[in-house]
């Protein structure tokens, strides 16, 4: 163990395991963003910050913000975090673990009596799941100035509440968010770095490498409600050639999409083609020929000319199954995610310092969607590091060791002691 970990190891620990106690459900652990239970997240990380000796406050939407100051406090800050919420009954470090990770650099620095040249600060963003309202990254978004006021106006799915009231209660500034205007001056963040657990089994399975910089963040297309119309019938009276059935026409929309998914792949194409809700009516019946389907679709790339392309075959592979089956496909307005690039500046250094100082590690492309994309598309230098966990994410069963958490922590140390 390095002296930085062994220095560090307890801090993280504790702080880990307190907040888990602190947001656990049934199984796993649930804080909706703008809650109760992620205003208890944001109280520990704040205790925890100010026993270290950082100054403390909160933004305009509640983001928080914990700075380590800097010799020369002019110039732009290192910045780096991660969300504070959870999905439902989700796993405890999908977020957190990229808040303690600066934490603890912050608490390395500050008790070796190692001042930066520049303020190194640390952000917890609010609300980066938000499954309920169907925006993800509500706090960075606001930050940035690039939350819509039309996505403010978007509706609870079980109580049909809006977001923009949701924050109002909060507290949240709803009106300086609407007009589109960043919530600080972004010319003052010199490097945004995220931490965050893979939340896939490549790293876990690396026998060394347990942590990776980042090459990228796919970008997605999605449609969040699709709809397949047929005509309901009869299962056993109804024969092949009279039949528009629904769920036999999404079927093969299904078949022949992953097929060409698998050519693309073959071709050297980056791509991930999901369909992760299908729901026939409340009436449906093993003996009903469905006429009615709905279903969700997500594509994503680091290259949003592939998404396109591959969206584009979507919908004529679609139209050649209304034909043949009789019935009628049709799609909501799609939904856009940019695809990000790291900083290529930023990318060498963090590289750097994990090769200067001996940290094994990875170069890798992320398949979900962080923060960081949301910095990187506001002009702000990012780059983001990975390290290994295990069972996935977005479940009650995650898990991370901690000996992988404090290497990718300590890329992140060296990252900012070699800064200047």
Known sequence: MTEFADHVEDFCTRLFEDIRKLTADTCGVTREGYTPEEDKVHERLAEAAREIGLEVHA???LNLWMTLPGRNRDLPAFVSGSHSDSVPQGGNYDGLAGIVAPLAVAKYLKDTNRVPERDFCIVAFR???CPEFGRAYAGSLALTGQLKPFELELPRRDSGRLLKDVLLERG??????????PLMDLSKIAAFVELHIEQGPRL???????AAVVTGIRGYLRHKRCRVEGETAHSGAVDHEFRHDAVAALTDLLYVMNRHWEAWLHDGKDLVFTCGVINTPSTADISIISGDVCFGLDMRSLSM?????????LLQEATAIEEKRGVKFS???VIVGEAARPDAILFNRLVKAAT???IPHLQMASGAGHDAAVMTSAGVPTCMLFVANQNGSHNPHEAMRISDFLSGAEILMRAVVDYD
């Open 172 to 181: 949240v500034d709803v009106e300086r968010i609407a007009s589109g205007e």
């Open 127 to 129: 609300m980066e799941e």
């Open 331 to 333: 799609f909501d307005d």
């Open 59 to 61: 933004d305009a939407a």
């Open 204 to 210: 876990d399975k690396e026998p060394v490498n347990r």
């Open 356 to 358: 200067d100082h001996g």
């Open 305 to 313: 000319e592939t998404i396109r392309a591959f969206h584009d075959l």
